[in-house]
Antibody, heavy 118, light 106 residues
Framework: QVQLQESGPGLVKPSETLSLTCTVSGGSISSYYWSWIRQPPGKGLEWIGYIYYSGSTNYNPSLKSRVTISLDTSKNQFSLQLTSVTAADTAVYYC????????????WGRGTLVTVSS | SYEVTQSFSVSVALGQTARITCGGKNIGRKNVHWYQQKPGQAPVLVIYRDINRPSGIPERISGSNSGNTATLTISRAQAGDEADYYCQVWDSSTGVFGGGTKLTVL
């Protein structure tokens, strides 16, 4: 069974870059779509984007200008970078998997809270 | 962009049936997935592609999708069903979640 674990700084200053990593265990990263999803405190879920194992990416249009998702197959990890953050980017960030032909998120990490504050 | 709407909250008496809806233009033509999220936990997939249950999800949780509304039905509601529920679709290669419905079991 695939397990996911997010890691990264819990506090980021405004205007700086948020960087998170998701480590995959129990399965190969050389398959599936690998996604990031976030949830502001007390609010709903927002899909950020995904990377396919081939390296192709797809981002939410509302965040596209600030988001980069990358893959490191040698470490079984994928990463999120979100630039020019503001307080509105404060959220729990989840990594999740989606099968090649499934379109749903079947495995999720526990999530990590990132606060944007000076 | 495609919009998906959910009621903010639904209440159900213990042992009764709860229905949580997800509205969107011609949503019946899309695959709808449902997630359950309890406080402090990550979402869990409970229904995929409108009507299918992942292993470990009880049969009393079911889904349907037609026209402009998808519905998650929870029969014989239990205290453990109290959670937030989110529907999710894809539109033009963009993932879209509904705003979530808080289910309260009375």
């Amino acid at each position: 069974q695939v397990q996911l674990q997010e890691s990264g700084p819990g506090l980021v200053k405004p205007s700086e870059t948020l960087s998170l990593t998701c480590t995959v265990s129990g399965g190969s990263i050389s398959s599936y779509y690998w996604s990031w999803i976030r949830q502001p405190p007390g609010k709903g879920l927002e899909w950020i984007g995904y990377i396919y194992y081939s390296g192709s990416t797809n981002y939410n249009p509302s965040l596209k200008s600030r988001v980069t998702i990358s893959l490191d197959t040698s470490k079984n990890q994928f990463s999120l970078q979100l630039t020019s953050v503001t307080a509105a980017d404060t959220a729990v960030y989840y990594c999740a998997t989606m099968g090649v032909s499934t379109s749903y998120f079947d495995y999720w990490g526990r999530g990590t809270l990132v606060t944007v504050s000076s | 962009s495609y919009e998906v709407t959910q009621s903010f909250s639904v209440s159900v008496a213990l042992g009764q049936t709860a229905r949580i809806t997800c509205g969107g233009k011609n949503i019946g033509r899309k695959n709808v997935h449902w997630y359950q999220q309890k406080p402090g936990q990550a979402p869990v997939l409970v229904i995929y592609r409108d009507i299918n249950r992942p292993s470990g999800i009880p049969e009393r949780i079911s889904g349907s999708n037609s026209g402009n509304t998808a519905t998650l039905t929870i029969s014989r509601a239990q205290a453990g069903d109290e959670a937030d529920y989110y529907c999710q679709v894809w539109d033009s290669s963009t993932g879209v979640f509904g705003g979530g419905t808080k289910l309260t079991v009375l």
